[in-house]
T-cell receptor, first 109, second 117 residues
Framework: GQNIDQPTEMTATEGAIVQINCTYQ??????LFWYQQHAGEAPTFLSY??LDGLEEKGRFSSFLSRSKGYSYLLLKELQMKDSASYLC??????????WGAGTKLIIKP | SAVISQKPSRDICQRGTSLTIQCQVD?????MFWYRQQPGQSLTLIAT?????????ESGFVIDKFPISRPNLTFSTLTVSNMSPEDSSIYLC??????????????FGAGSRLTVL
């Protein structure tokens, strides 16, 4: 079967750095997405990785290792508004999106 | 990216009734996707709606339970039929808007939170 694993919940302090991990076992791989979802709102696109390495976009970076079936989302200089759920999704060999259950990130002052 | 309006944003429904969720996009799109998001669980694709053809349903979802309409390139509806408490969930409409490195990026509506009593 296909599986995406993310921690259920993480807590971090305002101004700090947090790394949210995502491991996957899928039938093939054609890219990995990270989405942010604030409570009661729509998921919004954050990043996409298809090749190994780090993609940086402002305070957010996403890393991919295809050989390890592993990605992480790195959030720097955390702000209270970063409190949200972060969803990892992988496109499999059929270009179907397989979603993780999301990681709820709680930022404390 | 597209702007998606979904309604109702939330509703409380009685067991055995049906509810139709509407999704309006501010631009023409070929495919619209309907997802379900249950508490603590991953997004699950219910079906893909193409204009002018019948929707394509994922394993575990059937047309009798989740009929979909797609009358034009900017609008779709999802009906949740003969509801039971197990249907209590958030239902999300999404479209593929833009691409990055050849991959379509999804834009989502804010969702419709249904509670079935």
């Amino acid at each position: 079967g296909q599986n995406i694993d993310q921690p259920t919940e993480m807590t971090a302090t305002e101004g700090a750095i947090v790394q949210i991990n995502c491991t996957y076992q899928t039938s093939g791989f054609n890219g990995l997405f990270w989405y942010q979802q604030h409570a009661g709102e729509a998921p919004t696109f954050l990043s996409y990785n298809v090749l190994d390495g780090l993609e940086e976009k402002g305070r957010f970076s996403s890393f991919l290792s295809r050989s390890k079936g592993y990605s992480y989302l790195l959030l720097k200089e955390l702000q209270m508004k970063d409190s949200a759920s972060y969803l990892c999704a992988v496109r499999d060999s059929n270009y179907q999106l397989i979603w993780g259950a999301g990681t709820k990130l709680i930022i404390k002052p | 990216s597209a702007v998606i309006s979904q309604k109702p944003s939330r509703d409380i429904c009685q067991r055995g009734t049906s509810l139709t969720i509407q999704c309006q996009v501010d631009s023409q799109v070929t495919m619209m996707f309907w997802y379900r998001q249950q508490p603590g669980q991953s997004l699950t694709l219910i079906a893909t709606a193409n204009q002018g053809s019948e929707a394509t349903y994922e394993s575990g979802f059937v047309i009798d339970k989740f009929p979909i309409s797609r009358p034009n390139l900017t609008f779709s509806t999802l009906t949740v039929s003969n509801m039971s408490p197990e249907d209590s969930s958030i239902y999300l409409c999404s479209v593929a808007t833009g691409a990055i490195s050849g991959a379509n990026v999804l834009t989502f509506g804010a969702g419709s939170r249904l509670t079935v009593l």
